[in-house]
């Protein structure tokens, strides 16, 4: 059977409004593919800068762009796709076991992570030829 555990967008609700827009996510609505434990975000990031460069044994995880412009670029082991994230209402979905990396942040830009873990360094796979060697078993 195909694998549907893989990257995809996911379309937020969009509360369309003349005092400006509101988009949310809630436990139970069936948009978040995994049950949420925390909620953590990064922001400030200098141009140029590169934030990721690891992957997940189990952490899953629903990136935001909640404001400005970056990119996710995913590598499952065998192929790169990047993702330009710019709209507060979209959300990129990451299995586990996925490498990432974000770069090109526009000045101003929150990158929103939504997750099915608590921190745990131990979830982390930060080495490159280790995360390759695992997807090779
Ligand atoms: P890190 O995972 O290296 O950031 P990036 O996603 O850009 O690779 O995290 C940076 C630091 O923040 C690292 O020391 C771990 C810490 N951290 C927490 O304490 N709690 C968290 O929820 C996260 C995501 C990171």
Redesign the pocket.
């Known amino acids: 059977m195909e694998n549907k555990d893989i990257p995809c967008i996911i379309e937020l609700p969009r509360i369309y409004d003349p005092r400006g827009n509101l988009t949310f996510v809630q436990e139970g609505d069936g948009r978040l593919p995994f049950e949420l434990q ?1 909620v ?1 975000w ?1 922001y400030d990031v200098p141009a140029g800068e590169e ?4 992957a997940h044994r189990e952490g899953r995880e629903l990136l935001v762009a909640t404001g400005g412009s970056f990119n996710v670029n995913l590598f499952d082991g065998r192929t790169w796709t990047t993702y330009t994230l710019n709209r507060p209402y979209q959300g990129l979905y990451i299995p586990a076991r996925i490498w990432r990396t ?1 770069d090109n942040f526009a000045s101003g830009s929150v990158c929103m ?1 939504l997750t099915n873990v ?2 745990d ?1 131990a979830d ?1 796979i ?1 080495d490159f030829d280790e995360y390759m060697a695992l997807q090779k078993q």
């Open positions: 925390r953590y990064t934030r990721g460069g690891h974000l992570v608590k921190y360094e982390y930060r």
